[in-house]
């Protein structure tokens, strides 16, 4: 698990939110939610699964004014399907970046 206030690689977070298992739309919403608590500039570290997941958490948030400044996908080889990180900036206004690794 990611500690409270760091991501992968150091990039600093500062809230964290696991939703991977959480079925669509309800990991959508619980990501707009929690970021609706977050003040301006914030980011948060999301864990979410492969697949429709990661496209509509990432098209939710955008879709509310936020911006995804890192998608990383991770995988495990205890997981069945791989895990994704989202950095997500609170009304941010910085470009995205997809690491490939």
Do not use: Y
């Not at 690689?9 to 919403?29: F, T, V, Y």
């Not at 998608?71 to 995205?96: C, F, K, N």
Request: glycine share 8%; charged share 25%.
């Amino acid at each position: 698990m990611v500690n409270h206030g760091q991501f992968v690689d150091d990039m600093a977070a500062d809230e964290s939110l696991d939703l991977r298992g959480i079925p669509c739309p309800q990991n959508a919403a619980k990501a707009v939610v929690k970021l609706s608590t977050m003040m301006s500039g914030e980011r948060l570290h999301v864990r979410v699964d492969d697949g429709e997941p990661v496209d509509n958490v990432s098209a939710s948030v955008e879709g509310e004014g936020h911006k995804v400044v890192l998608r990383r996908q991770q995988a495990d080889g205890s997981l069945p399907t791989p895990t994704w990180h989202l950095l997500i900036e609170v009304d941010g206004q910085t470009s995205t970046t997809e690491d490939p690794s």
